[in-house]
């Protein structure tokens, strides 16, 4: 049974930096994508970053890019998410998902999931 563990969430000002991990059991990591969504109050799920099996592909959200870094320690069967220049509207619950070899945007397409963990940005 594939479980999915979220780390790192937390309370963080405005322009700080907090890392994400996620630590995957149960399947075989090398083969595994995994990515990052995060569902804000009220809002729908949206795709955050993915990681591919090789660590070759990482597709990151516009809202994102250049402040989050996704990377994968594959001896410790772990892939992190490493956030600068934290804003207010990255308030979130923010949930790993994996999936086979290549990540997608569309989270139908994972059946993995974490149980989530709250990410707090104060102004």
């Known amino acids: 049974q594939v479980q999915l563990e979220e780390r790192g969430g937390g309370l963080v000002q405005t322009g700080g930096s907090l890392r994400l991990s996620c630590v995957v059991s149960?399947?075989?990591?090398?083969?595994?994508?995994v990515a990052w969504f995060r569902q804000a109050l009220g809002k729908d799920r949206e795709f955050v970053a993915g990681?591919?099996?090789?660590?070759?592909?990482?597709p990151y959200a516009d809202s994102v890019k250049n402040r989050f870094t996704i990377y994968r320690d594959n001896a410790e069967n772990t892939v992190h998410m490493q956030m600068n220049s934290l804003k207010p509207e990255d308030t979130a619950v923010y949930y790993c998902?994996?999936?086979?070899?290549?990540?997608?945007?569309?989270?139908?397409?994972?059946?993995?999931w974490g149980q989530g963990t709250q990410v707090t940005v104060s102004s």
């Open positions: 990681i591919n099996y090789s660590g070759g592909i990482t």
């Open positions: 998902a994996a999936r086979p070899m290549e990540p997608t945007r569309t989270s139908t397409s994972y059946t993995n």
């Open positions: 149960g399947r075989t990591f090398a083969t595994t994508a």
